[in-house]
């Protein structure tokens, strides 16, 4: 479809496949240049951010829980500030260098979730996330990627501990969005797809057509197999080294 829809050559296309196959695209083409399911960029990044797991889950051997966040918030800090000068590089604006700080986002809301005791929802949560949403979408470019993984981890937090937010966000409807999201291709192809429609119809379809067949065959199911052995052997290797345990007591 792709050779059809938009007249490339399989010998334009196959360096672009074989460097998706091996998820190198991004860092020898760049994130979108020749890409042949170009919203499979991401994937690359989070089988780059199962790589370091092991070495990041260092932070958790720290015992001491403030010690712990603190230097977790400022590694966060300090990802995020170096990390601004790559956004004009293709090779590592879409790389775990440059979204290195939204991972740890991730840790410190699990780390939260591990230690928690006895969580109370309030409504107070609630209008914590009703003044910081809005941040999500008018934060600027530059300052928003240093702030925003900060927003993330307050928001996440609302979203387990806020009366209302707990109830839009374990919905039903919202959960399987949010699966789609990740594993089907619809919603995915819109963030890509989204600038063709506002250069009319015909523009869209055919991009998107050239697209179908590339996203439904090529990462999707790599990507959750690959997940499944990554992180299986990260969990043996952290509970190895009781580093889970020790974040925890």
Known sequence: MQAVAAHRSLSDMTPHLLTS???????????????????????????QF???????????????????????????????????PLYGSLHFHYSIAY?????????????????????????????????LWPLVWYLGKYTGHVVLPFV???????????????????????????????????VPLHHHLRREALNGVTA????FLGLLPAAVSSHPPRAASTERRILCLNRKTVHGSNLAAEAVE
């Open 21 to 47: 196959f091996v998820y190198m695209h991004n860092l020898v083409f760049g994130g979108f240049p020749g890409a042949v399911n170009g919203v499979a960029w991401s994937l690359e990044v989070e089988v």
């Open 50 to 84: 199962y790589v370091l797991v092991p070495l990041l889950t260092v932070l958790f051997t720290i015992r001491n829980a403030r010690i712990r966040r603190t230097l977790t918030l400022v590694i966060m800090l300090i990802a995020g500030l170096l990390s601004n």
């Open 99 to 131: 979204y290195l700080a939204f991972f740890l986002a991730g840790f410190m809301v699990c780390d939260f979730y591990l230690t928690r005791q006895n969580w109370q929802k309030s409504y107070v949560w609630d209008a914590i996330a009703l003044a």
């Open 152 to 186: 993330i981890v307050v928001l996440y937090l609302t979203a387990f501990r806020g009366k209302i937010c707990s109830a839009v966000f374990s919905n039903p409807v919202i959960t399987n969005i949010g699966g789609m999201c990740y594993r089907h291709l619809p």
């Open 204 to 207: 869209y379809w055919r991009k």
